[in-house]
């Protein structure tokens, strides 16, 4: 659990940092919305406390982790549709929100190729969610419409698409070296409450701390 606060916490941020960056996005947002996208594609909902997103995140990851990870490996479109039409309940913000941590993960542990795969899907995912906001209907029913349009898109659209992708890998990328430097503060941190000798002296630190002619004699 606290994990998954971390790592909401951390996909949180990443999202506000994107939309922040979003204002100095070089294409014409307005030729993109009129397509049926509006100009946000990393949305979080608002109304959920972060205690019920985090929840209602563990619970859909629990019940669908293998099938989101198989999501997040293909790499073809017609496969992808064919996936999410044979598992319409993948169509949500939990799996896009899932394909994230997962790429983090994924670059901890130094797996960069899959990692681009996952974030590439990771970013599929959020272009159906913001059409079927801009429509105004289930994403369940909209991803049909995303995967005509990215098939058949223009230069313009799929530059846009592209560029949304490496501000995402970038993202991960900045998650991934902050949750390792956590880690390894949290680690010293543990290795240091261990050697605590009497009055919670560090003995490291003691060592550090005595005049070079003590230490030499």
Avoid at 33 to 49: D, P, R
Avoid at 63 to 75: C, L, S
Wanted: charged content about 40%; hydrophobic content about 35%.
């Amino acid at each position: 659990m606290r994990k998954l606060k971390k790592d909401q916490k951390s996909f949180e941020k990443m999202i506000e940092e994107h939309r922040r960056e979003e204002k100095k996005l070089p294409w014409n947002v307005d030729t993109i919305s009129k397509e049926g996208f509006s100009k946000s594609v990393l949305n979080i909902t608002k109304e959920e406390t972060e205690e019920e997103k985090v929840e209602k995140h563990k619970t859909f990851v629990e019940k669908y982790a293998k099938e989101i990870k198989h999501f997040g490996m293909m790499q073809r479109w017609d496969d992808s549709q064919k996936y999410l039409s044979d598992n319409p309940h993948l169509v949500c913000e939990e799996t896009a929100n899932c394909l994230v941590v997962i790429c983090i993960d994924l670059e901890i542990d130094e797996k960069h190729a899959l990692m681009e795969q996952v974030a590439h899907q990771a970013i599929v995912m959020q272009f159906i969610l913001d059409l079927a906001r801009s429509l105004k209907v289930d994403p369940r029913g909209s991803f049909r419409q995303f995967f005509s349009k990215i098939k058949t898109a223009d230069k313009p659209y799929r530059d846009a698409f592209d560029h949304e992708l490496e501000l995402l890998k970038e993202r991960i990328r900045t998650c991934a070296q902050v949750r390792m430097e956590n880690a390894m503060k949290e680690l010293e941190e543990e290795e240091k409450q261990k050697r605590l000798g009497p009055g919670g002296l560090d003995p490291v630190e003691v060592y550090k701390s005595l005049p070079k002619v003590l230490i030499l004699t």
